[in-house]
C-alpha cells in the first residue's frame, strides 16, 4: 500500500508530525490507540473522518520507517 496517499507532514500542521490528509488526526495518535487495544472498527467510529485503508496506511507508514532503522550494536 502507498501510505503517501492517506498520510503527509507539514511544519504548518501538528509541528509537521505525519498525519492523515484532510486532517489534524496524527498517526501516532491512532497507532497509539490500537495498540491501547482499540479495534479497528472503534477506531473508525471514534475518529469519522479516517476509513480503513487510511488505518491500514498507518501500518504500512510504521513498517516503511522500522525498515529504515539503523539499529546500532555495541
Do not use: C, W
Request: hydrophobic content about 45%; cysteine-free; overall charge negative.
Amino acid at each position: 500500500m502507498d501510505y503517501r496517499k492517506f498520510i503527509h507532514s507539514s511544519p504548518d500542521i501538528l509541528l509537521g508530525k505525519p498525519v492523515f490528509i484532510g486532517t489534524r488526526v496524527s498517526v501516532e495518535q491512532i497507532l497509539r490507540k490500537m495498540s491501547e487495544g482499540m479495534e479497528m472498527p472503534e477506531v473508525l467510529t471514534a475518529y469519522p473522518t479516517l476509513n480503513k485503508d487510511a488505518l491500514l496506511s498507518a501500518l504500512a507508514y510504521s513498517a516503511d520507517i522500522l525498515e529504515r532503522e539503523e539499529v546500532l550494536v555495541d
